[in-house]
């Protein structure tokens, strides 16, 4: 049996870990409101489940779905809201526990790849700045790195341990993770096995793949990646076309989405997202690559760090495929970190002492730093984007109770704008529904008219670039009874409208 010492030794570097990630991720969540687009879109899709009981299609309004993205992300918010309630803390509580069991799937791998120091590579990644900002983030892309560390886990444990006789579980729990990444955020949350199969095929040939791949464990990868996906493809005719070519087809070839596209769009996304985003730990990358990286070296290199082959595989594969698809966002290359954190604590291994008075110093400043980071972007930083700030703007100016929805008739003619102008999280705060109508579209008059009948009672918000006569014929042909104009928000005209 373990010694008391062995089982201390063990058990407080874990615990320390824990308390890390709680004190990470949860420090001033609620403090900060809503951003747009991004944050207010998922929440207001998460409260209109929760209003419609329909949990399978999630939408921007009572009359609009939107499938930009699988349903993952809208349940945990949905489930968290109805338990802590309405408020910018339970929104936030998901994407904290998700960071906090992303350090302890590091854990686990580290106890593998790191044994003598398997807290390590859960510290780098806590303490690097891009995950620690993006606990913070309202996004899929949190949940994705958590479900893909659950499955390169399995993987881990399953290629690299050796215990024959669970090796079938972590095979079974690879598989899981990937059936929950695909239903998190589809044919992305799948990119880190074009760096599994290449690598297992090399050191043990196609039949290692073959055990890695049991019947079961395809069945339990379609059952939970892929359920979800049918059923709402049965349900609404025309969706596979739509998931094959907006969200596969567009993304990887072309520019609708306005994310970077380009030769070069990666270079200005992603190298300032992995060199700031893995401060304060790169320069030690840097070292520890240099032997592997160079041409007289890299046989030698290769055939005695199996396991360094493998983390570089699973960073540079997916790297280049993000690199070449033309959507870019800094968050896509949240999952990388995995991989990073884990070649970082190999090459600090020797060199991390937190028994050392000054090593334990340098960590408690930098935590201070990242901290009070996320106090300033809490209390002091309040962009026009901020959906809180823009609910206490509306309450100052309109009275609430006398509209039972929001409309923004904006100045475009594409759904895209709407998606991304529109400020969706007002729905929390201000406890309305929210509709963004592209005014300039041929269904543009009657998606307004929609509206105004399904509430009765609206606040219209028309951009700044309509002239608000622009809209009477629309609302005459509607039946509108009674139209107040309020004054203005941001330069565009309020209209209370009532049907």
Request: include cysteine.
């Amino acid at each position: 049996m373990p010694s008391t010492t062995s089982a201390s030794r063990t058990r407080w570097p874990l615990i320390g870990l824990i308390c890390l990630g709680l004190l990470l991720g949860f420090a001033f969540q609620g403090t900060r409101g809503l951003w747009s687009p991004d944050e207010g879109r998922y929440v207001d899709a998460a409260v209109m489940m929760l209003d419609s009981g329909d949990y399978l299609a999630p939408g921007y309004s009572p009359d609009e779905v939107n499938f930009s993205k699988p349903p993952t992300t809208y349940w945990m918010i949905a489930a968290s809201l109805k338990v802590f309630g309405r408020n910018t803390w339970a929104a936030r509580i998901p994407h904290a526990l998700a960071f906090l069991l992303t350090l302890l799937a590091l854990y686990a791998m580290g106890k593998r790849l790191v044994p003598e120091k398997p807290w390590l590579p859960g510290l780098v990644y806590g303490c690097s700045l891009a995950p620690f900002l993006a606990g913070n983030i309202i996004s899929t892309d949190a949940f994705l790195t958590l479900c893909e560390a659950l499955a390169m886990f399995g993987f881990v444990a399953a290629a690299f341990g050796d215990d024959e006789s669970h090796r079938k579980r972590y095979v079974l729990l690879m598989w899981l993770g990937w059936g929950l990444a695909f239903l998190t955020k589809g044919p992305p949350g799948l990119i880190p096995l074009l760096a599994v199969i290449p690598f297992i095929v090399s050191r043990d040939g196609w039949r290692g793949l073959r055990r890695l791949c049991p019947l079961t464990g395809i069945l339990l990868f379609l059952a939970v990646g892929l359920s979800w996906y049918l059923i709402v493809i049965l349900r609404f005719p025309g969706l596979l076309h739509y998931f094959l070519h907006e969200e596969v087809y567009n993304r990887l070839f072309t520019a609708a989405h306005h994310r970077h596209a380009g030769v070069l769009g990666w270079v200005v996304v992603y190298v300032p997202t992995l060199v700031l985003g893995s401060l304060p730990w790169w320069p030690a990358l840097i070292r520890g690559l240099r032997s592997a990286l160079s041409a007289d070296k890299w046989r030698a290199w290769k055939s005695q760090h199996s396991v360094e082959l493998f983390l570089l595989m699973w960073f540079l594969i997916p790297f280049i495929v993000f690199c070449l698809a033309q959507s870019r966002l800094p968050l896509y290359m949240l999952p990388l970190f995995l991989p990073l954190s884990l070649m970082l604590a190999l090459a600090l291994r020797d060199r991390v002492d937190l028994t050392k008075t000054s090593q334990r110093a340098w960590l408690a400043a930098w935590i201070v730093i990242l901290l009070a980071c996320k106090a300033i972007g809490a209390y002091y930083v309040h962009p026009a984007v901020d959906n809180r700030l823009a609910a206490q703007e509306l309450r100052t100016i309109t009275k609430p109770d006398t509209y039972a929805a929001v409309v923004f008739v904006e100045n475009t003619d594409q759904s895209y704008s709407i998606e991304e102008q529109t400020p969706w999280g007002l729905r929390m705060y201000l406890d309305k529904s929210i509709y963004g109508v592209p005014w300039h579209s041929p269904q543009g008059a009657q998606a307004l008219c929609n509206a105004l009948h399904r509430e009765r009672s609206t606040l219209v918000i028309i951009d700044a670039d309509i002239k608000p006569e622009d809209l009477q014929p629309a609302l005459t042909s509607c039946g509108v009874r009674q139209a107040t104009r309020l004054g203005t928000w941001r330069d565009q005209a309020l209209e209370l409208i009532q049907i």
